[in-house]
Nanobody, 117 residues
């Protein structure tokens, strides 16, 4: 069983930065991809960024160079660096791990990011 625990959210002013962390426990030997999603109030959950085992990254169009997904295999952690934060980045951010054979996904509980002056 895979468990994910996010942290690092908070209240920041526009233009600030945050680094979200996700601790991954359990076996991810059949890893397909890791990802971060977000869900703003009243909106559907949306994909922010993905990272494959080979290191390939993909980002949503809105990321616009402000989001960076990374991974530390020594600590089994996934990170999302968010720079130049905007009020529209306010959302709950979720860590997502997908395993293959069979394809299945696991979610964390989310961490709140609020951007306001």
């Amino acid at each position: 069983q895979v468990q994910l625990v996010e942290s690092g959210g908070g209240l920041v002013r526009p233009g600030g930065s945050l680094r979200l962390s996700c601790v991954v426990s359990g076996s991810i030997i059949n890893l397909y991809a890791m990802a971060w999603h977000r869900q703003a109030p009243g909106k559907q959950r949306e994909l922010v960024a993905t990272l494959t085992p080979s290191g390939r990254t993909t980002y949503a169009d809105f990321a616009n160079g402000r989001f960076t997904i990374s991974r530390d295999d020594t600590t089994n952690m996934v990170f999302l660096q968010i720079d130049r934060l905007k009020p529209e980045d306010t959302a709950v951010y979720y860590c997502h791990v997908m395993l293959k054979e069979p394809l299945r996904g696991y979610w964390g509980q989310g961490t709140q990011v609020s951007v306001s002056s």
